[in-house]
């Protein structure tokens, strides 16, 4: 990999090993760490964040990824997940599922658009074009989107580039952080992103939700 073409906030999954986040070059421009209450969390030019959920200095690597015997290996094939389509009246919904955290926003939030119970489990005439498009970008992990009159509601510039350990959850990704060298599927958002903190996804290194069934905890205090 060449280092000079990522001079952004970027960060790079080390092999059985940790994420290595960059903050960028440019001043103006840096990437920032959060904790769960959005307090920032200092840091230097680089931090090595922990990904197998046994560090205990949270949410950084202490190093215990050697000792649990932590793989980065994705089971998920090769270019698994593609992009579908719910077309309604004025908007089309587009999701991945390969790309979800399973945070539930959408099930919790808009039950009258997004109902696991039916199929198909979207209902793109459920809500209004608003209510939707404002879920669509509340979803951490991109795995949600949509076009309305021709414009798609992906990418969401305005957003200062941040890494979010959120609490007991994955690292949410905004404001065009990017992942290096990783082959995301269809329809992916460059712009925001999850990725797996508890070791156990089977899709690494994004979320695909599995901190809820292994329970993962933060660090106590």
């Known amino acids: 990999m060449n280092d000079?073409?990522?001079n952004g906030p970027h960060i790079e999954p080390i092999e059985d090993g940790p994420l290595r986040y960059r903050r960028g070059e440019d001043p103006e421009h840096q990437g920032a760490l959060h904790g769960p209450d959005g307090t920032q969390i200092p840091i230097r030019d680089s931090a090595l964040l922990c990904r197998c959920g046994a560090s205990d200095r949270?949410?950084?690597?202490?190093?215990?990824?050697?000792?649990?015997?932590?793989?980065?290996?994705?089971?998920?094939?090769?270019?698994a997940g593609r992009l579908i389509d719910h077309v309604g009246a004025r908007v089309t919904i587009h999701d991945n599922r390969a790309l979800c955290a399973h945070v539930e926003y959408c099930v919790q939030e808009l039950p009258s658009v997004f109902d696991r119970s039916k199929r198909p489990w979207i209902d793109p005439d459920g809500a209004t074009v608003e209510e939707i498009v404002a879920l669509c970008r509340k979803c951490p992990s991109g795995a949600l989107s949509c076009?309305?009159?021709?414009?798609?509601?992906?990418?969401?510039?305005?957003?200062?580039?941040?890494?979010?350990?959120?609490?007991e959850g994955p690292y949410?990704?905004?404001?065009?952080?990017?992942?290096?060298?990783?082959?995301?599927?269809?329809?992916?958002?460059?712009?925001?992103?999850?990725?797996?903190?508890?070791?156990?996804?089977r899709n690494k290194p994004l979320c695909d939700g599995k901190h809820w069934d292994v329970g993962f905890v933060d660090r106590e205090d």
Do not use: M, Q
Not at 155 to 165: C, G, L, M, Q, S
Not at 182 to 201: D, I, K
């Open 4 to 6: 000079d073409i990522h």
């Open 58 to 79: 949270k949410p950084f690597c202490d190093g215990s990824h050697v000792g649990v015997g932590f793989s980065s290996h994705r089971n998920w094939k090769p270019g």
């Open 147 to 167: 076009t309305v009159d021709g414009v798609l509601y992906r990418n969401y510039d305005e957003r200062p580039p941040v890494v979010i350990a959120t609490r």
């Open 172 to 201: 949410y990704l905004e404001g065009g952080v990017e992942v290096v060298g990783e082959p995301f599927s269809e329809g992916y958002s460059t712009e925001h992103c999850t990725l797996c903190r508890c070791g156990e996804s």
